[in-house]
């Protein structure tokens, strides 16, 4: 009985040691990504077409929300923390990227706003708190004025 036990966890190590080696392999594919033209090249060397790179599809009845922020000259606003909500719920809060975009997880289709956290980013004012998306757009422009 011993002995069994001693051969049981030495079983169950070796199987949690090939899981971990199984999820820590590489998954990226044999089909590099020209960073310059966003598609993907075959590496067939009898074939010398390139494929573009599509994006996740988003599910039905889902959208993707994005909002822009940029100053007075068209420059963006980098990591300003915006959120995108409607009249009962909020999205995740995210913050602005090197273009001053913010763009969020697809949610149900709706009456969306978006407004900062904690407010106006430091150095700005903006002529509101809250901004409304059009009826049936999904992306928003907020232009900040700069303070003096």
């Known amino acids: 009985m011993k002995q069994f036990k001693k051969l049981f966890a030495l079983m169950l190590a070796l199987m949690l040691v090939v899981c971990l080696c199984a999820c820590g392999q590489d998954t990226q594919t044999d089909k590099p990504t020209d960073p310059t033209t966003g598609t993907t090249q075959t590496t067939d060397p009898t074939k010398s077409t390139t494929q573009p790179t599509t994006e996740p599809a988003i599910p039905d009845g889902m959208v993707q929300y994005k909002v822009k922020v940029v100053d007075e000259a ?38 969306y706003h978006a407004n900062f956290l904690p407010g106006v980013p430091a150095g700005y004012e903006a002529d509101a708190e809250v901004f409304y998306f059009a009826e049936g757009e999904t992306e928003l422009t907020i232009v900040l004025k700069a303070v003096a």
């Open 74 to 111: 068209g420059n963006p606003v980098v990591g300003v923390m915006v959120q995108v909500c409607t009249d009962e719920s909020c999205l995740m809060p995210v913050k602005t990227d090197d273009a001053g975009v913010a763009t969020f997880a697809p949610a149900a289709e709706g009456e």
